[in-house]
């Protein structure tokens, strides 16, 4: 069976940029599902060690770093995924090696999902302008001011950019994520 469930992303390999802050079951269920589909994934931080995820009000889990910003480069990935968390792309989006490795990604029409507070990265990358997208609703002024055509829904996908809300989201927003990453490098209209 080429395309069952458990192989559908074989060969595939994702980065997940995060650095303290992150929610936790933002990366854990994605990461879940990817693995679950073959993709092999590796977290991406500003430095080397751990970083702390934000488990809904308090602080959750620390997680190892697989490879730091600093010494990686977005060729080496089929796909990112942008776990949210209020610190977490507050931070990225002011770190200019977060927001290039970002952008790579989408220079290179590679598929990008972002979830909850993740989409914040992306303005500061300068990738959202013409997009049709959603976040957490907090957002909606900073993705509209940056050119995004923001919409409250579960799930959007525009040309490999998948995009939701918040936690509640995960079944659909992993649902997509594995389907455009699956598809590959998507062609911007």
Not at 67 to 86: C, K, N, Q, S
Not at 102 to 125: N, Q, R, S
Not at 169 to 176: E, G, Y
Request: hydrophobic share 40%; proline share 5%.
């Amino acid at each position: 069976m080429p395309d069952s469930d458990s192989t559908r992303l074989q060969g595939k390999k994702v980065a997940i940029l995060v650095t303290d802050g992150f929610e936790q079951v933002e990366l854990t269920e994605p990461r879940k599902a990817l693995h679950d589909a073959g993709a092999r994934t590796e977290v991406v931080a500003p430095r080397a060690g751990k970083v702390k995820a934000w488990k809904t009000k308090d602080w959750g889990d620390q997680f190892d770093v697989d490879r730091d910003l600093h010494t990686v480069d977005a060729e080496a990935y089929d796909a990112l995924l942008l776990p949210g968390g209020v610190m977490n792309p507050d931070h990225l989006r002011m770190n200019t090696s977060a927001t290039r490795f970002v952008k790579a990604f989408f220079d290179a029409k590679k598929p990008v999902a972002a979830i909850c507070h993740g989409p914040w990265t992306l303005i500061d990358a300068g990738v959202v302008k013409g997009r049709r997208m959603t976040s957490w609703p907090s957002l909606q002024t900073d993705l509209r001011n940056a050119g995004a055509d923001w919409v409250d829904e579960e799930v959007v996908v525009d040309q490999g950019l998948v995009t939701s809300r918040k936690p509640d989201d995960l079944p659909a927003f992993n649902a997509k994520m594995l389907e455009e990453f699956a598809e590959g490098r998507h062609a911007r209209s």
